[in-house]
């Protein structure tokens, strides 16, 4: 998956907006304002996505792609490497399940109003 693909599946999802407010290198995706993904321009073959704990664990001790979210808190957050073994489905599993994670924390309100759009 290269840095084109992962901007294109992120934004196609709802509510989701891009941009840089950590610099010009880092590009941010959020949901209602929260972060679920972000990638180095510089650094494009790995992006950083949120995890349930457990699982995060699970996915760093079967995965050599998969390791402590660099930058970030290594209990919630992967590092996800894309140029190994893993499959396009697996990366994408991985997106979708810290947008979901995102999604299910916002306040039902906006929620309702993120899904709504969707449709």
């Known amino acids: 998956m290269n ?18 407010p950590f610099g010009e290198d880092t590009l941010v995706f959020k949901v209602g304002e929260k972060l679920f993904l972000l ?11 949120k995890c349930d704990p457990e699982l995060a664990v699970e996915l760093r001790e079967r ?17 996800v490497y894309t140029d190994g073994s893993l499959t ?15 999604l299910k924390s916002l306040p039902k309100k906006l929620q309702e109003m993120i899904n709504v759009s969707s449709t």
Do not use: A
Not at 3 to 20: A, M, N, P, W
Not at 39 to 49: A, C, E, P
């Open 3 to 20: 840095i084109e693909e992962l901007r294109d599946y992120c934004l196609q999802k709802s509510g989701v907006t891009e941009g840089f």
């Open 39 to 49: 990638t180095s321009l510089q650094q494009s073959n790995r992006f950083n996505v």
């Open 63 to 79: 995965y050599n792609e998969v390791i402590p979210g660099f930058h970030m808190n290594k209990v919630h957050w992967n590092t």
């Open 88 to 102: 396009e489905k697996q990366l994408r599993d991985m997106i979708d399940h810290s947008y979901e994670l995102i």
